[in-house]
Each structure stands twice: as C-alpha cells, then as structure tokens.
C-alpha cells in the first residue's frame, strides 16, 4: 500500500464521510494508488512543499477517481495549517448602491435607476447596523456596484443632495458612521483609487476586492466579462497592490465556471498568490462558484460541477499551502459544504441573521446551528471569527480606532470572544 493510499484509509475511517462521498456520487475505492506523477505531487505537497503552474495544470487533468486522492492531500494540508476549526462571521449585508456602470453576464445584484432605490440613506444604513449589532453581528458588509456615478446623472444628483462626490466618499462616511454602532465594516466597492483605499482603511476592519479571473479573453463580446470595464484584470490587481502597499487585510478570490479555462483559472490563482508573496496582506481567498438564475444573461450558461469544484478547492490549497484561509460560501453549497471543508477550505464566509445575500438572493444562508451540527459530525468545531482574521489583529493592519474596538471583542485566539 502507497503512502498516500494509507493516507486516504485513515481518513476514510470516518464512514459518515464515507458515506459522504458516495452520496455524492464520489468514487472512493476504486483506486488503489493514485498514479506515478500525482502521487509525486501530492507526497510533496503534503511534505509542506507548495506546488508550481505546471503542477497546477497537471492536477486539471486528474480524473473523477483520482479526486479523492487530491481531495485528502489537501485536507490533510489545511488540518496542518488549521486544525479542525473551521470559521465564519455573522454579517449585515449593506447593498448601499445597487447601480454599477458594469454588465456582467452572471450579476442579479446589478439594477438601473427606477428598479429600485438609488442608494440606501444614512439613516438606514445606521438602523441596519444597530439592528445587526444587537443581534450580534460583527460585520457591516457594505457592497456597492462598480463606480456609478459615472454614467448615471440621477445618481449623481442624490449623491450631491447628500453632499457627495463619489459613492467611496458617501462609503468613507457610512463605514465611520458604522464604527462607531460597535460593528466592524468591510468594504466591497469594486476597483478603488489609492487615496480612497487609504481614507476607508480608518474605518474598516478588512477589505475586498474578489479577483474572478485574469482572463482578458472574457471581455470579448458575448463572454462573462463583456462591456465590463472594471472587470479588465490589470485594474483590479492594481486595486490589491495598492491595498498591499497601505497595509490592508484583504479578502480576494476567483469565481469558477463564468467561461474560464483550468489555464486561466489556476492563472488567477496564481496571480493572488504573487500579491501574498509580495506583500502579505491577502487574509483569505474565497473560491465561489458561478450559479445560474433566471433572467441574467448566463442563464443557460451550467453551474460548474461538484468535481469541479473540489478540485479547485483542493488545488487552491495545495498552491498557497497550510496558512491561507480558504472560504466557500456556504448558502451556495448548503448540502456540499462540509465536503469542501474536507476538500481544504476552512472558512463558510459571512452568514446573516438579519439580511439576505444580495449577490444571490436565491441561496437563504444555512443557520449557523446546522452548520455546526453537519461540521461537527465529522469533527471540526465551528467559530465566529471578525471581518479580520486573528493573524491580521494589530497596529499594522488595523487603524488605532477600529484595533481598540476589535480588542474589546475577542479571546485570546483572536476570534469572537463566547
Ligand atoms: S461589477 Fe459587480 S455589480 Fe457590477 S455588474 Fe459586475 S457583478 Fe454586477
């Protein structure tokens, strides 16, 4: 028996993810060791070695059988990294302008004047984040689209009778305005300027900016990315460079099954990774899959595959290796998402007792009593954790103010305080 295959019986020795996986249709024992390269690879990443592109590109081609085998390689890499604790954080989702100059193919979060509201005002955004706080809510998570105000004249109008400019200037004041509620924002506006990175760092615990891909090839006509400019991946890596260089802790990620090859998507991987390496500050990198609704203009366009996304979860963790957090959205894989906890990822993202997910407004939020029921059947033990990972906790990342609030609220671990 290889070492890996010995590997895989002890894990499997737990017959509830057994039992899992052939719920799910996964293959677990027809194999009895993986082949010659993959085992290579996989040996040497559970040594602690990260694994290269080439590597990476190789493990696209695993088939359905072998999936196992880089499915436990990468648990046992991220249980080296993170234990069994797995985390999530209990948010108010705050949707604060819906408009957005961009068209992407796969959006329901995007309106147009006269769909609905222009901009949430101020004093709701404070109901919201008094209500979230006395609920127990640690995180404001405010999401706008991309730069409105550059196409939208009615937009600019409401945002003048506010006394603004821009929607980061009407976002800088929100998220003080939430601070001080005792509830942490992060903020989501899309690609940024440096001065408005710099101005909402005084506020916000953590940041975000999801990569989805580096493919400039998505930008043509009739693909995901099409009349998108903020979509164009220069821009948006600039975004996180800059956020690298002003000390940010930054969330990022891909989204996987927009039209994207394994090439382009273990590019965009590796595209984060680089910012990490050089500057640190990427905090988790959230590995979301594509999912069709009615009406967007991917409708027809198929949700990746269970297979699928393991094996990016998978891959994701064998290219950063045991210290990043890897989050996969729970309320997109609410039967699913314990097995890719198993598949590597240790971290069910942002869950709500007060608002829907605007971004799929189709997918409630599992409560968090069962997904610490479903994880704690197979041994891991939930917790909440801040917009701001424990390992970002200090003078480096966090403004004075917001630091002096966080330390008020956690253990000594660095989560939530119980
Ligand atoms: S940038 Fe965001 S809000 Fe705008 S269309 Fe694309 S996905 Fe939707």
């Known amino acids: 028996m290889g070492f890996l295959t010995g590997d895989i019986e002890s894990l499997l020795d737990s017959q509830k993810i057994r039992s899992m996986f052939r719920d799910f249709g996964i293959q677990t024992y027809s194999l009895e060791r993986p082949s010659p390269r993959l085992e290579n690879i996989l040996t040497k990443s559970i040594a602690g070695e ?116 821009t929607t980061a200037e009407y976002l800088v004041d929100m998220c003080e305005a939430g601070l001080k509620e005792n509830i942490f924002p992060h903020t989501n506006m899309g690609v940024a300027s440096r001065d408005e990175l710099a101005a909402l760092k005084e506020s916000n615990a953590s940041m975000g900016l999801m990569l989805e891909t580096v493919s400039m090839r998505l930008l043509r006509k009739g693909e995901a990315h099409y009349r998108s400019p903020d979509k164009v991946p220069k821009l948006r890596l600039k975004t996180m460079e800059d956020a690298g260089e002003l000390r940010i802790a930054w969330t990022s990620g891909i989204l996987v099954g927009i039209g994207e090859t394994w090439e382009e998507r273990v590019d965009s991987l590796f595209a984060i990774k680089k910012l990490w390496d050089d500057y640190g500050h990427i905090q988790e990198i959230i590995i979301q899959n594509f999912s069709p609704k009615p009406g967007i203009p991917m409708e027809k366009h198929p949700a990746p595959t269970l297979v699928e996304m393991l094996k990016t979860v998978a891959v994701s963790r064998l290219i950063f290796g045991e210290k990043m957090n890897i989050q996969i959205p729970p309320n997109l894989n609410s039967r699913t998402f ?31 009593q069962r997904m610490e029921r479903a994880l704690g059947e197979l041994g891991f033990i939930l917790r909440e954790r801040l917009p701001v990972y424990p390992e970002f906790i200090g003078n480096e990342f966090l403004s004075n103010k917001v630091l002096e609030r966080v330390q008020n609220v956690i253990d000594n671990s660095g989560y939530v305080a119980t």
Do not use: H
């Open 338 to 368: 314990p097995l890719f906890v198993i598949a590597g990822a240790n971290d069910l993202g942002g869950v709500s007792p007060l608002t829907i997910d605007y971004v799929n407004p189709e997918a409630p939020w599992p409560q968090v």
């Open 50 to 165: 990260t694994i290269s592109r080439e590597e990476a590109l190789f493990l696209g081609e695993v088939n359905d059988e072998e999936i196992p085998f880089l499915v436990f390689a990468a648990s046992k890499i991220r249980e080296r990294g993170k234990g069994k604790t797995v985390t999530f954080s209990k948010n108010v989702f705050v949707p604060l302008t819906r408009l957005c100059r961009d068209r992407c193919g796969y959006c329901t979060f995007r309106i147009e004047p006269g769909e609905g509201e222009l901009l949430i005002p101020p004093d709701e955004v404070l109901e919201m984040a008094r209500g979230g706080a006395r609920l127990g809510c640690t995180e404001l998570l405010f999401v706008t689209g991309d730069k409105p105000e550059k196409i939208y004249e009615v937009y600019r109008n409401a945002l003048r009778e506010l006394g603004y400019k």
